[in-house]
């Protein structure tokens, strides 16, 4: 069965730095493309990055863009959140998500928490 594992959250200064990862199972990573979820208490869950199969490309939300990079190692079946530069209003929980044949799958989620 599918399975997706994040780690890597944890408790950050504004400015600082995280990574993420997703370890996955279950299904043939190399071929689908994985994205990077977020959510905070009384907020919609926000798309933050997206990578498509093999890496072929990368999209991010506005709100990310140029501070985060997601990748993937499809030899380990992860992917990746680097997060740089963080801000208060990057504290959410995130987690990763795939569609294999037509069906979400969710992570059980990592907290981040950008606080001084």
């Known amino acids: 069965q599918v399975q997706l594992v994040e780690s890597g959250g944890g408790l950050v200064q504004p400015g600082g730095s995280l990574k993420l990862s997703c370890a996955a199972s279950?299904?043939?990573?190399?071929?689908?493309?994985m994205n990077w979820y977020r959510q905070s208490p009384g907020k919609e869950r926000e798309l933050v990055a997206f990578i498509a199969s093999a890496g072929r490309s990368t999209t991010y939300a506005n709100s990310v863009k140029g501070r985060f990079t997601i990748s993937r190692e499809d030899a380990k079946n992860t992917v990746y959140l680097q997060m740089n530069s963080l801000k208060s209003e990057d504290t959410a929980v995130y987690h990763c998500?795939?569609?294999?044949?037509?069906?979400?799958?969710w992570g059980q989620g990592t907290q981040v928490t950008v606080s001084s």
């Open positions: 998500k795939v569609r294999v044949n037509f069906r979400d799958y």
């Open positions: 279950g299904f043939t990573f190399s071929r689908y493309a």
